[in-house]
């Protein structure tokens, strides 16, 4: 994983500000924060997926927990060595780099050129081939290639609406070979429901204090999210977070719009059943 400093992390983002704006808050405060105009949020530009990441999860995601995820999905999906495997939305490759030490033929795909390198340089380091590849997940540039794609730690659900959403799973339909399965991992909204925080403030062992103001719109199923990171040299980032959690039944309906047929959920990486206990919803759909 790409080492980088808190002042470093503030240094890259320094350039993303362009206007600002108000936002009221749930808790009926407000907070003034700096976005780039008509750039999404999860846009390279608009900066949550960057340099503070890895500030914040860094911890979390450790070789054993990436190794039990790769071990069950290849376990699930009856991967042997030489299949061929899509890490869509890969991010800085933790997953694609443990899938190729496995034996597997991997191709990472991601918008973001910050982790794509990040991704390139894990994969140097360990000495391993990966093909990465930067393109959106709308568009998937194969096709009837993979014997599986996988989709893991939360990253659908960024888009605007669910047609665009849909448009991934359709994508993930068309570069599979028949008889492939597609694998994804997302937070469990029901579990998300019954232990919703609607703030939160947390001091990382790196000194940076992270705050969040949380509403969840019953109507569409959005989380919305304002973020704030507060450095140690005093700085602070704000970041507006958008994400779409679907529930169990939109999932199974969105995979077979795309002709992908729903198999199992489980609710971890060790193959408990999914329930509303459950604190992830991972998914497992075959192409026909």
Not at 31 to 42: A, D, E, G, L, N
Not at 52 to 58: I, K, P, Q
Not at 154 to 181: C, H, M, N, W
Not at 185 to 196: A, G, I, K, P, V
């Amino acid at each position: 994983m790409r080492s980088l400093s808190i002042h470093s992390a503030s240094a890259e983002l320094a350039s993303l500000t362009k206007r600002r704006v108000v936002y009221i808050l749930p808790s009926g405060g407000h907070t003034i924060m700096t976005v780039k105009k008509s750039v999404p949020w999860y846009s390279e530009r608009a900066g949550f997926f960057g340099p503070l990441y890895f500030v914040e999860y860094a911890r979390a995601l450790t070789p054993q927990r990436t190794r039990r995820e790769v071990r069950f999905v290849i376990r699930t999906l009856g991967l042997r060595p030489g299949a061929r495997i899509l890490d869509l939305a890969c991010g800085h490759g933790r997953h694609s780099v443990a899938f190729a030490r496995e034996g597997l033929d991997v191709t990472g795909q991601d918008l973001n050129r910050f982790f794509l390198e990040s991704a390139k340089e894990a994969a140097r380091t360990e000495g391993v081939s990966v093909h990465f590849v930067r393109s959106d997940m709308r568009r998937i540039p194969f096709r009837s290639r993979f014997n599986a794609v996988v989709n893991l730690f939360t990253a659908f659900g960024y888009l605007g609406s669910d047609v665009e959403d849909a448009k991934v799973i359709q994508q993930v339909a068309k570069s599979l070979k028949p008889g492939g399965r597609f694998l994804i991992d997302t937070q469990n909204r029901e579990w998300l429901m019954r232990h919703y925080r609607r703030s939160r403030n947390e001091r990382l062992p790196s000194g940076v204090v992270v705050t969040s103001e949380r509403r969840f719109d019953f109507e569409t199923g959005r989380n919305q999210e304002i973020r704030t990171y507060r450095l140690s040299n005093g700085r602070k980032k704000v970041f507006k977070l958008d994400m779409r959690f679907y529930a169990l039944n939109e999932v199974i309906r969105m995979l077979a719009d795309a002709g992908l047929s729903y198999e199992r959920a489980y609710g971890d990486f060790n193959g408990r059943p999914y329930s509303m206990d459950s604190r992830r919803m991972i998914v497992v759909a075959r192409k026909p």
